[in-house]
């Protein structure tokens, strides 16, 4: 190993080191960057070195952040915040879980179900984790607790729930995502689709499986309603919004009758239309909601700026070369190193936040898959195919970091609204199942990945 090896491996420890002293992410990233410069430098003066990092590595980050603030696509950003966050605020979720809860009032397990079934159009239509697990907490954990769930089958359900908003879209993340790699975003949004629906039924499945051998964990409600044609119009009614502004934001992308930047500022139209239809729009609201929009956003877009500096420092030192010679030495053929990228990927995701590893990690190792020879077939119509395939195994595995301790976010916004009997061991057992059936879901798409690219393949052969 090289002197600039041993640089890139201590800076990696040491951000990963000072993460735990309670600092924001951004000034630790940013931090790291500079300190590492001035030691390159003063490495290169004092010691005859040559690790390439001086005031110009500094210069040139400069140049990085002002690209990355003119960046078109990343404007959809602030606009799916804002989305996700009036359509909280519009009072459709509620009326949904009302509806629905009688749809399946009659299935052992079926209030989990609706749970399952409002997280995932809550998905597709905010993509806000924090929103999505908070609002079917509060909607849904007492009405579980009242009608006999078993604490840790309701708390699990509502945390892996809520964490389907990462990846099906319209995804804050894969926007990210498509950014750092120069892929199209309509194409991740495509090949997400059957991934986000595999988690939902996965997640139904064992709902419906694990009540029916263990039926006292999930008790039939004793004043539920018999099924007819009023419940079920009911139902549509509630469902009819939020799949309208489904289709108004996807269908546009797909369609290709806009690009996701202007489809972003439809949807964000469209989940206020809704809340001022649901008269739930007024000044307050709207002040709350644009206060969060800035919050959540600043956040996001300054751990960009850390990130950026962080990164053009790890490429100066080679980090990129560290890591491709790395994986390309493993003796395990092509599939044997993606999964120890995933599983990586996986362990990463109990000490990073996805936006980390999404803006470090995931362009380091990107290069490599483009290397490996897997030959996955886009149909002569969807470019970098392979790519858009590893993206969705590597959103799959981020979505795991949101119920992994010890900074698994679903877990502390669940705990935020829990009641305070349950405590947080209370939820660690109930996402472990869920954990388990997201790397199920893993596994399969690593087998099939047509599963992925099928829809892609079917909007641009048509």
């Given at each position: 190993?090289?002197?600039?090896?041993?640089?890139?491996?201590?800076?990696?420890?040491?951000?990963?080191?000072?993460?735990?002293?309670?600092?924001?992410?951004?000034?630790?990233?940013?931090?790291?960057?500079?300190?590492?410069?001035?030691?390159?430098?003063?490495?290169?003066?004092?010691?005859?070195?040559?690790?390439?990092?001086?005031?110009?590595?500094?210069?040139?980050?400069?140049?990085?952040?002002?690209?990355?603030?003119?960046?078109?696509?990343?404007?959809?950003?602030?606009?799916?915040?804002?989305?996700?966050?009036?359509?909280?605020?519009?009072?459709?979720?509620?009326?949904?879980?009302?509806?629905?809860?009688?749809?399946?009032?009659?299935?052992?397990?079926?209030?989990?179900?609706?749970?399952?079934?409002?997280?995932?159009?809550?998905?597709?239509?905010?993509?806000?984790?924090?929103?999505?697990?908070?609002?079917?907490?509060?909607?849904?954990?007492?009405?579980?607790?009242?009608?006999?769930?078993?604490?840790?089958?309701?708390?699990?359900?509502?945390?892996?729930?809520?964490?389907?908003?990462?990846?099906?879209?319209?995804?804050?993340?894969?926007?990210?995502?498509?950014?750092?790699?120069?892929?199209?975003?309509?194409?991740?949004?495509?090949?997400?689709?059957?991934?986000?629906?595999?988690?939902?039924?996965?997640?139904?499945?064992?709902?419906?499986?694990?009540?029916?051998?263990?039926?006292?964990?999930?008790?039939?409600?004793?004043?539920?309603?018999?099924?007819?044609?009023?419940?079920?119009?009911?139902?549509?009614?509630?469902?009819?919004?939020?799949?309208?502004?489904?289709?108004?934001?996807?269908?546009?992308?797909?369609?290709?009758?806009?690009?996701?930047?202007?489809?972003?500022?439809?949807?964000?139209?469209?989940?206020?239309?809704?809340?001022?239809?649901?008269?739930?729009?007024?000044?307050?609201?709207?002040?709350?909601?644009?206060?969060?929009?800035?919050?959540?956003?600043?956040?996001?877009?300054?751990?960009?700026?850390?990130?950026?500096?962080?990164?053009?420092?790890?490429?100066?030192?080679?980090?990129?070369?560290?890591?491709?010679?790395?994986?390309?030495?493993?003796?395990?053929?092509?599939?044997g190193v993606m999964i120890i990228i995933l599983a990586g990927?996986?362990?990463?995701?109990?000490?990073?936040?996805?936006?980390?590893?999404?803006?470090?990690?995931?362009?380091?190792?990107?290069?490599?898959?483009?290397?490996?020879?897997?030959?996955?077939?886009?149909?002569?119509?969807?470019?970098?195919?392979?790519?858009?395939?590893?993206?969705?195994?590597?959103?799959?595995?981020?979505?795991?970091?949101?119920?992994?301790?010890?900074?698994?976010?679903?877990?502390?916004?669940?705990?935020?609204?829990?009641?305070?009997?349950?405590?947080?061991?209370?939820?660690?057992?109930?996402?472990?199942?869920?954990?388990?059936?997201?790397?199920?879901?893993?596994?399969?798409?690593?087998?099939?990945?047509?599963?992925?690219?099928?829809?892609?393949?079917?909007?641009?052969?048509?």
């Amino acid at each position: 190993m090289e002197f600039n090896d041993y640089l890139v491996i201590a800076m990696f420890l040491t951000f990963i080191s000072l993460l735990f002293t309670g600092f924001p992410v951004a000034w630790v990233l940013g931090g790291v960057s500079v300190w590492f410069t001035v030691v390159g430098w003063a490495s290169d003066t004092y010691f005859d070195t040559w690790t390439g990092l001086d005031y110009l590595t500094l210069g040139m980050s400069v140049n990085r952040i002002y690209k990355f603030m003119d960046n078109w696509v990343l404007v959809a950003l602030p606009m799916f915040i804002f989305m996700g966050l009036m359509l909280d605020r519009s009072g459709i979720a509620e009326k949904l879980m009302k509806s629905m809860q009688n749809l399946f009032g009659s299935v052992r397990g079926g209030l989990a179900v609706t749970v399952t079934t409002i997280g995932i159009i809550l998905a597709a239509s905010t993509g806000i984790i924090g929103a999505s697990v908070v609002l079917l907490g509060l909607l849904s954990l007492p009405a579980m607790m009242k009608q006999g769930y078993s604490k840790t089958l309701a708390l699990g359900t509502i945390a892996g729930s809520g964490t389907l908003g990462i990846l099906i879209p319209p995804s804050i993340m894969l926007v990210i995502m498509a950014d750092q790699l120069g892929l199209s975003v309509g194409d991740l949004f495509m090949g997400a689709v059957t991934p986000g629906i595999i988690l939902g039924l996965l997640y139904i499945s064992y709902i419906l499986a694990f009540c029916y051998i263990n039926p006292d964990v999930a008790p039939l409600d004793a004043d539920r309603k018999p099924l007819n044609f009023k419940v079920i119009w009911d139902i549509f009614v509630s469902i009819l919004p939020p799949a309208l502004l489904i289709l108004a934001v996807l269908g546009s992308i797909f369609a290709g009758i806009t690009t996701p930047t202007e489809a972003s500022g439809v949807g964000a139209l469209g989940a206020t239309l809704l809340a001022a239809a649901n008269k739930k729009l007024n000044w307050t609201v709207i002040v709350e909601v644009m206060k969060s929009c800035f919050n959540t956003t600043a956040y996001i877009f300054a751990i960009f700026l850390g990130a950026t500096c962080f990164a053009l420092v790890l490429r100066s030192l080679g980090g990129d070369e560290l890591i491709e010679r790395s994986l390309m030495a493993l003796p395990f053929g092509p599939y044997g190193v993606m999964i120890i990228i995933l599983a990586g990927v996986f362990l990463l995701g109990f000490f990073l936040d996805w936006i980390e590893i999404t803006l470090i990690v995931l362009p380091l190792i990107a290069p490599v898959v483009s290397t490996l020879g897997l030959n996955i077939d886009g149909g002569g119509v969807v470019e970098n195919a392979e790519l858009v395939w590893f993206v969705m195994l590597i959103a799959v595995s981020l979505q795991t970091s949101f119920l992994t301790p010890p900074v698994g976010f679903a877990l502390f916004y669940l705990k935020g609204v829990c009641p305070p009997e349950i405590k947080l061991s209370d939820i660690y057992k109930g996402v472990i199942p869920f954990i388990i059936l997201q790397l199920t879901g893993l596994v399969i798409i690593l087998m099939f990945p047509n599963l992925v690219l099928w829809l892609p393949i079917l909007a641009y052969g048509n």
